[in-house]
Structures are given as structure tokens and as C-alpha cells.
């Protein structure tokens, strides 16, 4: 009797283990934010992504990283997983805080994911304002994620807003104030097709198409773009349509990591 | 004794899933295509690797991407992880059909291991070419995917070919019409003694060697050679035997992703 | 009642395997030389790290590794994990034998992390040379893991050595024969932090500052410094302070791999 009780709850479990280790390793999407009392830390959010100040960078340093003299104070944005949700997270930050961006790095991360990862650099005459900015970007950081799709398979992303603003201008070289798109697809291969049917789907213009030969060797087609809001939101709603047949057919259900917001 | 007995099977269980999580965390290889009505999908295979056509690349993405204009359709077939495989299918793909492989594009992929993933573009006049082309090397990557052996450590792969075409010409400036070989050692560190094993092992033309500062950053060694049919096999099979017991020495026993084939 | 515990123990276990399984996926870190026939092989080590030799490099394979003639030994030293870690102990290593660092190349690895892997190259007039020189830089890797501290969000490196030789030279190039400290923070953001904290510590000179632009787009930050002995300590162990912090607020608790040195 006890062995066949050992049997049964041995089966059960193991039935409930399998199906947690099915799930997509997907990267850390939620974090809690826990106490670190340095002064220079400002907070943490999706994406394994991290927020920090300097009220005075040391001249060295700042000559070695080829910052602009004008600016002492730095904020400090980025992650593990993401670079367009960083970037687009940014732009909100500069439209809303007397900042700069003054450097955008893009490493080959995600976490073993497709994609990129991201370091975001702030420039203030204010720490306060420095501050600020990364607390914006922090917070917007979670609607930006929105129309990010991953599976264990890849990932897709969607970003849209009716006014670039200087981040995507220094990221993507797009013309401020005008509505802007971007669409990611990885693996490439799905991506490519992605590119051809947003063009395709509105009057868009074609900022700069990349692939794992231009971005940071990840295995993404890239589609950065602007045009009028309607145009931009359309071609984006139609790759989104399109991609997230694609990468379900190739690993399987695949959902946002937040709220669609497109 | 229930007590005694909730013992027992917490410590059935812990071995079992013990077992289950010391696994080599090797990249998704089996896949079912699942149904996906796009016109433009082909399907799916080994790796992660998707097939797409596009019967008519919108014109200004067809100049973003470079693409020779004489082929309006193209072919698209690309994976998270292989290289060497899908660019060993695409040659067959060339040869049996009226296309053309007009882009090869190697992102740092293979979902947190140590190598390659693809993006292959054919080019056609007609888009029933470039569809054909991508379903024979959806078809053929199983067979190419034969001499590739992982394990947590690291991965070695074997290619040959008795007449290569111009999907390994493109790749990596073969001479068309003569066998070819292809080894990829990772951690590199195994791979420089396995390109050693093969250049001893038998005459064969050295045509390329790659190592991280000449690949995608990849953590491997590579080593493209052509040669008389038999020379060629001789060095294949000489590396894949050293192979096999240095990368089991470092990460336990590796196999076969499918069915080796030299 | 069977069903009752069947419940408690489906819930012991379930608890006992989410603790399992929310443990920072860190690299392979201990590894059991398994046994290797082959002459080349010399041993394994932390971080998916092989050792091998070459008693005489194919001529042909020599000239296209650029390696320097009059070495016609060479040692092979690499691994998955890890590039500081692996360029102190080769330092070591030409410290205490007849041997040269004749390349080293930085892959963008760590199995899914977000850092580098490597592959050193000691050149020799003598095999017996060679092989001592990896044998101590296996040997010695244990204890450069030490001030590598890991979590499921990224990773801190710390490296001291009070007299810098000549494969740190040709690494960082670094003075030869003064103290030398290397600091790594990933993901990046965390890393300029610590960058600016270690030269406001001290008074060290900066060799260089590297992020993910100027590495193997790793997301790193990364200071290279040289100085007085006890300045070169004063600022690691400053960053340390702070790094720790930091990337605990991130991902939870990070700890050494092996036992700190510094």
C-alpha cells in the first residue's frame, strides 16, 4: 500500500516538475525592487534592468567615456534584456526632465535570448535632474515592454510613439517630433519577413533596416521608421499580426511580458 | 511513519528531478511544425530554424537590405542555432534548384551556448523557386545537424561535402565543384587542437581558419578546408575523434544531435 | 487520509524544488577531470576551462594563426566562462615559466551570461614548457575565480596582482612589473558605477574603461588600473563594497565562486 502511495505522488510530481521546466526560459520579467541604501542607487525594473546616478563623475572617468564636459551629473539606465523598451523608455525621460541622452550602448545580451541588452547614459547639470530621469525611464520601462512577445523560440517587439524625441533621435537617427516605429523579429528569419510586411502595410518611411550583420551580432531584422501616426501605428499592428503567427508556429504560445499598448 | 513515509518519496523525488536538471542544457532540436496559414510560411526544422518566402520584397527594402534587384522573391531560412548546418542545407538547396544564395549572415546565437545562428537569403526570378529552395533545406538541415554534438560544455561540429556549390562558396570562399570540409571546435580552445588533427591527418587546402576575434565573437575555432574527396573525410574523421574525448573530458558524455553522416 | 498526504508531500516537494530551481543559473564551476587519453591534454578547470597542447603546430596552420615562428609549442588555455579569471592565471603562469602569451582572444560567452569566455595561446621552444605553463594556469584559476561573484542578473569580477607580468601587458597593456587591478560589473550600468567608485577611492591610474561598445559587446563596464600596491587594493575593494550592493538589489544574493583573494 505505501509503495503504491509513493508511486502515485512520485507520478504527480514529477507530472507538475515536467511542466514547469516546459516553460520557456523566459528572461526575469518581475523584480522586486530591495532596500540598497547607496545614494547612487535610484531602483530596479523588468528585464533585469538597473538605475543609478552619479552627482559627479570623476574627470577621468568622464574623459574615458567621452562624455560631454558640460554635464558632471550622469543617470545611469540599462539592462540585461532589452534595448528598444530602454530606449523608448528613455525618450519619455528626456521629453520630461531637463536631461540629454549622451550615450546609448547596445551589448549582445538577453540572457541567452536573441536579442540585446542596453546601457543608457543621462547627462544633467543637476543631479536632481539626472535622478529624475532615470526614475522616469525606470517607470515607463514596464508599459514599454508591452509589445514584447517572447517564447522559448525568440522574441518580437513593438514600439510606437506619435513624437520621437531626442533618445530614439540619437539611437536611430529619426527626425524629432514626428511619429516613430519599431519592429523586432528573432530569429532574423522571422524578422525579415516582419520588415517586408509593414512596409508594405502603410505609408511609411524607412528609417534604417538592420540585421545580425549591422546590430550587435544578435539574431534579429530590425525595422526603425517614421512617417504619419496612423501610417506608423498601422504598419505595426500588421507585422505584430503577422510575427506573432510566425514565432507560434515556431516554439509555440508566445505573450506579451506586459500590456500590449500599441 | 507517514512522517517516514513523506521522507522517503521527498527523496525519490529530489534524485528524480536531481536527474532531470543535471541534463545538458542543449538547444530545442526536435520540432513539430505546427499549422500556420501565412502564405508566405514554409515551415520549420532542427535548431529553431524557420522557412519563409516573400514573393515580392517591397522595392525599398530590397534596396535597405542590398539585395540584387534581378531576384524580386526571395527565399528566407535562418535558425538560433547552426551555422554551418543551414549553410551546408542551402548549398543542396542551390543545386537543386534555380536560385541563388544572395545573403549569409551569422548572428552569436545558439540560445546561450557557444556558437553561431543563421540567416540565409535565396534569391529568385519566381517565387515557386525560392519556395522550393527553402523546403529542400528545411528537409536537408536534419541530415547536417548529423556531426554536430553538444553537450553543457560546448559543441563540435563536422561538415562534408563531396561537391560544394555556391552556398559554400559564399560562405567561405570554397572552390565550387570540389569536396569540402568544415570543423567547428567549442570552447575554441578544443577547436585549435582539432584543426591541428586535421591538417596532420591527411593533404587537404587550408582554405579558412577562424577563432572569436574573426567569427561573430563565438566561442569556437573553425577550420574551412577543400581537398581531394577521401583526404577530406580522412581529416573530418581524425578531428571528430580527438573531439569527442576532449569535450566529453570537460562536460561529460556529448552525442549526436540527429544521425552523424561522415 | 492517502489523499491528504499525498497533498502535503506534493507540497513539501514542490516547495523543496522552487528553492532548487530560483537558484542563480551560474556556469559549471566544478568540474572532475575525467579521464583523457590523448597526449594533448593536460586538464580541466573551473568555468568549462580545458588545457591542451600542441608539441608541434602544422606549419601551415601556424602561419594562419599569426602565430610568432620561433614558437613551435604552444599551450592552449580557455574556457566558457570567464577572461580576467583566465588572463591573471596565464600571468602567473609566464611568471613561472619559459613561455610567451602569444594571443588572446575574447569571445562573447559565459553559456547565457553577460560576459566574456577565452582562448590564450603560450607559445614554447619546449612542449615541457608549454605544458607547465597551462598546468600553473589551471592550477592557479581556482583562485583568480575568487573575486567573481554571480547571480542570476550578472556577475562582479575583482582582479589584483601586485606585480603585473606580461600577459596582463599584452591584455590591458598594463606597465609590467608595477600593481595592477582589474574590475568588471555587469550588466554594465552597474559597472560604470564601480568604475567611478574605485578611482574616487584611490589614487590609481587608469589604463582603460571599456563597455559594451569596446568589448565583445558584452554587457560589462570594465576598469583596467595600475598604481601603488595598497591604491590598486584600496579600489578594488571599494567597488567590491558597492558592486556587491548593487547587484544584490538586482538579483538577490550574489557570492564568490570559489574564495575570495583580495
Known amino acids: 500500500m505505501s509503495d503504491q502511495l509513493v508511486e502515485k505522488v512520485l507520478n504527480e510530481v514529477m507530472k507538475k516538475v515536467a511542466q514547469d521546466m516546459a516553460k520557456p526560459e523566459a528572461p526575469v520579467l518581475e523584480k522586486v525592487t530591495e532596500n540598497c541604501k547607496l545614494t547612487e542607487f535610484v531602483g530596479t ?10 552627482a559627479n563623475v570623476d574627470s577621468e572617468l568622464h574623459e574615458k567615456m567621452g562624455l560631454d564636459k558640460k554635464y558632471r551629473s550622469i543617470g545611469i539606465f540599462g539592462g540585461r534584456t532589452g534595448a528598444g523598451p530602454q530606449i523608448m523608455a528613455a525618450d519619455e525621460a528626456v521629453k520630461a526632465t ?7 550602448e547596445l551589448p549582445r545580451d538577453t540572457e541567452g535570448g536573441a536579442g540585446h541588452g542596453s546601457l543608457i547614459i543621462f547627462g544633467a547639470e543637476e ?11 525606470l517607470k515607463d520601462l514596464n508599459r514599454t515592454m508591452g509589445d514584447v512577445y517572447v517564447n522559448s523560440a525568440g522574441h518580437l517587439e513593438f514600439q510606437y510613439t506619435a513624437r520621437a524625441s531626442y533618445a530614439i533621435q540619437k539611437a536611430f537617427n529619426a527626425p524629432v517630433g514626428q511619429a516613430f516605429g519599431l519592429l523586432v523579429g528573432a530569429p532574423a528569419a522571422i524578422g525579415v519577413l516582419l520588415c517586408d510586411t509593414a512596409v508594405k502595410a502603410a505609408e511609411i518611411e524607412v528609417i534604417s533596416y538592420l540585421s ?3 546590430t550587435s551580432h544578435t539574431n534579429e531584422s530590425i525595422l526603425a521608421f517614421s512617417g504619419d501616426s496612423g501610417a506608423v501605428r498601422q504598419a505595426l499592428i500588421a507585422a505584430r499580426e503577422v510575427g506573432l ?5 515556431l516554439g509555440g504560445p508566445c505573450k506579451s511580458l506586459t500590456q500590449p499598448y500599441i
Not at 543631479?127 to 525611464?137: F, I, T
Open 45 to 54: 525594473a523588468i528585464g533585469n534592468t538597473i538605475g543609478l546616478v552619479i
Open 98 to 104: 531637463n536631461t540629454e541622452v549622451v550615450a546609448i
Open 212 to 214: 545580425p550583420s549591422t
Open 245 to 249: 503567427q510566425l514565432l507560434s508556429a
Open 127 to 137: 543631479v536632481s535632474d539626472a535622478r529624475r530621469a532615470v526614475e522616469v525611464a
